[in-house]
DNA sequence: TCCTTATATGTGGATAAGCGCATATATAAT
DNA sequence: ATTATATATGCGCTTATCCACATATAAGGA
């Protein structure tokens, strides 16, 4: 049951996608990228973060292809790359709602049980 | 453009599934288990990983509700929660298979250029 | 050219993640 | 009770990540 030297250079691959998405900020700024292109003064005012923060992560997105730069003047436009992207947070987001929802029915189940 | 501390508050949420699949060996898990349920030991051997590390990989996958765990005698046995999971990782292969075969076109495009 | 605006990066410090080793716990069998 | 098997955890170490401050770069306008 071994897995194929090919099939683990994918999922390295694969792994540059998902750590992206492992920080939370970096969540809000593809969401916020759903709606419109940004710039970074936009994204970082509407998330309340330094400009460098901004940058940074937006520049990890960009290395892995996730969102694409455009300049315009002095500024530069943020767009996704892929709307792909948003479908599979959305996936993840379904999973979570199911988990909270189950997780209410059980506080409600123990609410009665304690009642 | 404000964010509202609820939606924040998912997204926080949202990110720890993301955190988990921050990790290659945790999405080689997840793709050994969408084919069967396996012990530890199976799963430590397949990935030729520490027993250890399996171990706590998946823990980090148990906290976070993305697999279940059913004890079997002295084993216990480790299947996924909720195949959506799969369907979003699913998603992200092929953002990047068309990303690698993009990179791939432009490097054959340079290599006519360069003949 | 000098100044302003927008973005990026160098740096240091704090925090978290991952690893392997050794050890602890839990179940089952003799 | 002892032993074996399967899994989990304590620990120290190394490495990676994130942050915020200050500074650098890049483009545009006076």
Redesign the interface.
């Known amino acids: 049951?071994?897995?194929k030297s090919t099939e683990?250079e994918?999922?390295?691959?694969?792994?540059r996608?998902?750590?992206a998405?492992?920080?939370?900020t970096r969540?809000?700024i593809l969401?916020?990228l759903s709606e419109r292109g940004m710039y970074v003064n936009?994204i970082s005012?509407?998330?309340k973060l330094p400009q460098s923060s901004a940058s940074r992560h937006l520049r990890v997105l960009r290395e892995r292809?996730l969102v694409a730069t455009e300049r315009q003047g002095t500024a530069i436009l943020y767009t996704l790359q892929?709307r792909?992207?948003i479908?599979?947070?959305n996936?993840?987001?379904?999973?979570?709602s199911?988990?909270?929802q189950e997780a209410a029915e059980i506080t409600g189940a123990i609410q009665k049980i304690n009642s």
């Open positions: 049951m071994d897995i683990k994918v999922n390295l691959l694969h792994e996608i998902c750590s998405l492992g920080d939370p969540i809000l969401y916020l936009e005012e509407a998330l292809n892929d792909r992207i479908e599979a947070l996936l993840m987001r379904a999973i979570l199911q988990q909270l």
